[in-house]
């Protein structure tokens, strides 16, 4: 015995259409509310970060105009940081700030605390991909930032 369904193609194309519309929900409702598929923002106070941003290119300005200005460099050991040699490194002080914009979890700030001009950070504290480092430092009362996106 042979059960045959016709379908004729108005039926079809509303069929067709609401599982388009179905198929559609389900992605709003998993990217809407399952916790896997968590958002976030790369700042938690963004529109008042917003409004310290001419703050942060004067504080830019005010490195790039240096003698020499801070450099990252990759060892076998980690990130060597090299600040300007032309301060004591007793008087800078700050924070290194580390990103990953792909997991916020895995972010890191350190204070800096220097004896010589340098820091290493090292490998087994950062994972292998994008970072961004965010630099905030003083000397003499001024205020001097670093930015810089880094692949490790």
């Not at 388009?20 to 916790?35: E, G, H, R």
């Not at 310290?52 to 004067?58: H, L, M, P, T």
């Not at 301060?87 to 204070?111: A, E, H, V, W, Y």
Request: glycine residues 4%.
């Amino acid at each position: 015995m042979q059960i045959k369904y016709k379908i004729s193609w108005p039926t079809g194309i509303i069929l067709s259409i609401i599982a388009f519309m179905v198929f559609i929900l389900s992605f709003v409702y998993k990217a809407t509310f399952l916790p896997e598929y968590g958002h976030h923002l790369v700042s938690e106070e963004y529109y008042k970060d917003e409004l310290n941003y001419q703050k942060e290119i004067d504080e830019q300005n005010s490195g790039a105009a240096l003698k020499e200005n801070i450099s990252l460099k990759k060892s076998t050991s980690g990130l060597l940081i090299s600040f300007p040699t032309e301060f004591d490194s007793t008087q800078i002080s700050g924070t290194i700030s580390f990103m990953r914009l792909s997991n916020d979890k895995i972010d890191f700030q350190i204070p800096i605390n220097l004896t010589s001009n340098e820091v290493l950070i090292k490998k087994e504290n950062l994972l292998a991909g994008r970072w961004d480092v965010k630099i905030e430092w003083k000397v003499n009362n001024t205020n001097y930032l670093f930015k810089e996106k880094l692949m490790y």
